[in-house]
């Protein structure tokens, strides 16, 4: 968690995609950077919903629900990043913490076990949480250089927006953010 001796550092941020983003995996998508350091940065793509749903994940793991079936068929699993992509990261409102969770924020906790998927599936899980396979990476410097090249908006992260399931807006309402619409940036590339 960053102690706020570094302004430099950009934990608990969106990164929004500008529209001449190259890579076709991070177009149009935010990233909640909840980890920087002068090592590097890890983050998780909130808005790229795959086509398997919360149920699916307990089926594979062998997790029984007690919730009714349908409360956990639509809501859908994301795909997190390129990098880990079969490993499970829960983004969840802080609170209790569970097996391997780490604090972002007193708001935000990250968690990478199985025992919160069960209490998710028991109902015993966190209010809020969205479960995504895989996660972002950047090495020591590169997330600066792609920022410097406009690759990226970086926009403080909201907790609402984090947790919201309106995946289709999650851009445009982090770039409103900072009054910034999508729509109106230019695809070409420019320094003054």
Same mark, same amino acid.
Do not use: M
């Given at each position: 968690m960053t102690d706020g001796s570094n302004p430099d550092l950009l934990e608990n941020q969106f990164l929004i995609a500008m529209p001449q983003m190259a890579d076709s995996y991070?177009?149009?998508?935010?990233?909640? #950077?909840?980890?920087?350091?002068?090592d590097g940065a890890l983050g998780i793509v909130i808005n790229k919903p795959l086509r398997a749903c919360v149920t699916d994940i307990f089926e594979e793991l062998e997790i029984e629900y007690n919730i009714e079936e349908g409360h956990f068929r639509g809501q859908q699993v994301l795909a997190g990043g390129p990098v880990e992509r079969d490993k499970g990261f829960i983004i969840h409102d802080a609170g209790e913490a569970w097996e391997s969770s780490i604090?972002?924020?007193?708001?935000?906790?990250?968690?990478?076990?199985?025992?919160i998927l069960e209490?998710?599936?028991?109902?015993?899980?966190? @209010?809020?949480?969205?479960?995504? #396979?895989?996660?972002?990476?950047?090495?020591?410097?590169?997330?600066?250089? @792609?920022?410097?090249?406009?690759?990226? #908006?970086?926009?403080?992260a909201s907790t609402d927006l984090i947790?919201?399931?309106?995946?289709? @807006?999650?851009?445009?309402?982090?770039?409103a953010i900072l009054g910034v619409d999508l729509q109106h940036i230019s695809p070409d590339i420019g320094h003054s």
């Open positions: 991070f177009a149009n998508t935010v990233t909640y #950077l909840w980890k920087h350091s002068d604090s972002v924020t007193t708001d935000i906790s990250i968690c990478t076990s199985k025992s209490d998710i599936a028991s109902g015993n899980g966190p @209010e809020n949480y969205l479960i995504a #396979l895989g996660c972002a990476g950047w090495a020591a410097g590169q997330l600066e250089q @792609e920022i410097s090249a406009n690759a990226w #908006l970086t926009v403080p947790f919201s399931r309106d995946f289709d @807006e999650k851009a445009q309402k982090a770039a």
